[in-house]
């Protein structure tokens, strides 16, 4: 339980791979605050969650309107007096190519890719400083390290998160808090089923691999900091020279 009482606030938390991160950082014992929009979903993930013996509750918000994110991590800190992880999970993908995306596309993943982590972290990291100490975890994609073709907007979303997240790094570094990027490619997003062995199991990642990576990067001794993290199935055909 490396992370017995420690305080960890997942945005976009009340499914998928959020949910996932969720379950791994409290199986470390951390207490877990979902933060999603107001819903089933949300109350299902806290149900599911306390039913597997965590500590968590709900912080109902839109990331991408700031009143809701700070009175969202305030609700936390009254909560539990305290806040020591951020993972900036919340997100979404749209594709189309470049001359066919529409101005509410482009909105859609800028606001909630990028600017919901800008807020989230923006409110966070007060807390973080007065304390010394915190880590922050975002979620971005491997279409934040190359461009993708039918994907610029949502390309672009994650590049601006790397630079906003490295940028942050910089900053918090001197108040002992520590930023790291996973980079994931080929999450089996759907749920569907891949039999062990086979060769779509070499082509796909479970959300639990990638959160197993991200409690690996919470529950790092204090004294370490790990900055960008790629991570893909061996089979996915992506050259491995990354920096």
């Known amino acids: 339980m490396r992370l017995d009482q420690r305080v960890a606030l997942v945005t976009g938390g009340s499914r998928g791979l959020g949910l996932s991160i969720a379950r791994a950082l409290a199986a470390e014992g951390a207490r877990i605050a979902v933060l999603a929009r107001s819903g089933e979903e949300l109350t299902r993930a806290i149900a599911t969650l306390e039913a597997a013996g965590a500590s968590a509750m709900a912080v109902a918000a839109d990331v991408t309107r700031e ?7 305030a609700a936390v800190i ?4 305290r806040l020591d992880i951020v993972v900036l999970n919340a997100g979404t993908w749209q594709g189309a190519p470049l001359h066919e995306t ?11 890719n990028l600017k919901g982590a800008f807020l989230t ?4 990291l007060p807390h973080f400083m007065r304390r010394a100490s ?45 930023v790291s990027l ?34 690996f990067l ?15 199935p061996r089979a996915a055909g992506v050259a491995g020279t990354m920096a």
Not at 136 to 147: E, H, K
């Open 134 to 178: 915190g880590t922050v975890v975002g979620i971005a994609s491997f279409g934040g390290w190359v461009g993708q073709p039918g994907s610029a907007a949502y390309a672009a979303s994650k590049w601006g998160l790397r630079g906003l997240l490295e940028s942050a790094a910089l900053e918090a570094k001197p108040h002992g808090i520590r």
């Open 67 to 73: 009143s809701e994110v700070a009175a969202a991590i």
């Open 218 to 232: 919470c529950t790092a001794p204090e004294h370490v900091s790990i900055g960008n993290v790629t991570i893909w």
């Open 102 to 112: 529409t101005e509410a596309q482009w909105d859609l993943l800028l606001d909630l």
């Open 78 to 81: 009254r909560a539990w007096d």
């Open 121 to 124: 972290l923006k409110h966070a």
């Open 182 to 215: 996973v980079y994931p490619h080929n999450i089996n997003s759907a749920g569907r089923t891949i039999e062990p062995g086979s060769a779509e199991r070499d082509r796909n990642l479970e959300p639990a691999d990638v959160a197993s990576l991200v409690a």
